[in-house]
């Protein structure tokens, strides 16, 4: 199967604010998803909102759209991996069907390594501890609900505290290392332990987000997708991927008061 050359990359029909990251020539890139944006849309109407601005199939999870600058060929992109819409950072896509499907069995067993950051309210006792939980996760409309300690779908995830805010209200800045993927996972796992994350509109402290929003003028979920990294097999070889997405500057702007 041929390469993919640089002009794919460069066409593509990117959403609102998002921004690719990094792409390699077997058809492997990262893109950097702001918060807001769908991950993929659910209906016509919802393409204005999300990744790409083109027609996404479901069954296919793939993105389809006509590139005028290459004589109206037809071109897809698929989707590797998903983010809330309220989360930000990285999220995967191939440009190859096959290549698509190797790299999602990468997920399957495990073998991406995923790194978030969280702002949360509070501060965790121990500066590193991992966490294990079992989850409930319901499905109802449309809708994704999760609760822990009642469920039997494992989470686990380790925390490593990166800095603390003084000034009330008291914040921590999270670095949050999921080894499972499971829907709300990370902000489930938070408000467990008493850490919810600013912004957090389901799980966190409602209270809490109404004030801060007024002070730092922002109310978004304070999650972002910071780093990804995992190797794939493609063409006889075994190839490794990377890819990183700085911290939000609304995130050093609470941090510094």
Same mark, same amino acid.
């Given at each position: 199967m041929s390469t993919v050359t640089e002009d794919f990359w460069t066409t593509l029909p990117l959403g609102r604010g998002v921004e690719l990251l990094q792409h390699d020539t077997n058809g492997v890139a990262a893109l950097n998803k702001p918060a807001g944006v769908l991950s993929h849309p659910n209906s016509r109407g919802e393409e204005p909102r999300a990744l790409l601005q083109s027609r996404y199939f479901i069954e296919g999870e793939y993105f389809e759209w006509t590139d005028g600058a290459a004589a109206g060929t037809t071109r897809r992109l698929w989707l590797l991996n998903r983010l809330d819409s309220a989360t930000s950072g990285v999220i995967l896509v191939a440009a190859h069907e096959r290549l698509a499907e190797e790299i999602r069995r990468r997920f399957k067993r495990k073998q991406v390594r995923k790194t978030y950051h969280a702002l949360v309210f509070g501060v965790p006792r121990l500066s590193s501890e991992r966490w294990q939980d079992r989850l409930a996760i319901e499905k109802r409309g449309g809708r994704i609900r999760t609760t822990s300690g009642d469920g039997n779908v494992p989470a686990d995830c380790r925390m490593t505290l990166v800095r603390v805010r003084r000034e009330p209200p008291?914040? &921590?800045?999270? /670095?949050?290392?999921?080894?499972t993927g499971r829907s709300h996972q990370l902000r489930v796992q938070c408000a467990r332990r008493g850490l919810p994350i600013v912004g957090d509109q389901t799980y966190g402290d409602f209270a809490a987000?109404? !004030? %801060? &929003? +007024?002070?730092? +003028?922002? /109310? /978004?979920?304070?999650?972002?997708?910071? &780093?990804?990294? %995992?190797?794939?097999?493609?063409?006889? /070889?075994?190839?490794? %991927?990377?890819?990183?997405?700085?911290?939000?500057? !609304? %995130?050093e702007r609470i941090l510094q008061p």
């Open positions: 008291r914040l &921590a800045l999270l /670095r949050l290392e999921p080894t987000n109404r !004030e %801060f &929003a +007024k002070q730092a +003028k922002t /109310r /978004r979920l304070c999650l972002h997708s910071t &780093a990804t990294e %995992f190797s794939y097999a493609w063409q006889d /070889r075994e190839h490794a %991927f990377a890819a990183e997405a700085p911290l939000p500057p !609304e %995130f």
